[in-house]
């Protein structure tokens, strides 16, 4: 066995034992966004079955009057890497950057229901199938965020809560990309049409990779 594998199986004994390792980490995010600095704690407790309770808290600061928000995560599933690494549509930062597993970052910043108003995605889960999952939460006119679980009701099995692969702010059309399977993927577009105030689906095709 090389030194590697000796590593794991020295990290994964010292797990079995000590029965509730918990390990914090912080992340803060200053240039995402105009109007406010974000961070994120996470506190990842290992339990003797390997699977991590993990508790997240994001707290959101406005940049000129530092009122302060805390949005807070809870999941049982397999650790999510956080590099404290964010994208910002807003700024600029890291938009053009290659995306694996559709894994946009810790933490995105978008306009995501084109009302003009910087709405935010934190990474909340990790999917063998779908890769990176997102909680998306929307900014409010009086500039909280709220938690909104229905967005665009892709919050099931056949469509995951994925981050868009684009967001075209002229035609207010958001485009995701689905793996059905190792030879397939599935494209979706949705265009918000404001006279009914309802997201329209508008294209839905599935194809070969």
Sequence with gaps: ??????????FILLLSVFDGFAQKKSCKYSNLSRIFDFE???????TDSFEHIENLTVIVRNKTTHKTQ??????????????CVGR?????VNKGESVTDGDMGDIVIADLNFDGKEDLAVRSEASNAFGQ???????NKDGSFIENSDF????????PTVF?????????????KIAINAMKKRTVKFQYNSKIDKWVKVYNVISNY
Excluded at 1 to 10: D, E, F, P, S, T
Excluded at 74 to 83: A, G, K, N, Q, R
Excluded at 164 to 176: H, S
């Design 1 to 10: 066995m090389n030194k590697r594998g000796c590593h794991i199986c020295v």
């Design 40 to 46: 994120i704690n996470v506190t990842d407790k290992q």
């Design 70 to 83: 805390k949005l807070y995560y809870s999941t049982t599933e397999v650790t999510i890497p956080f590099d």
């Design 88 to 92: 910002s549509y807003v700024t600029n």
């Design 133 to 139: 999952l997102y909680t998306f939460y929307f900014q």
């Design 152 to 159: 665009l009701k892709i919050g099931s099995l056949e469509f």
């Design 164 to 176: 868009p692969t684009n967001i075209n702010v002229k035609t207010k059309i958001l485009t995701f």
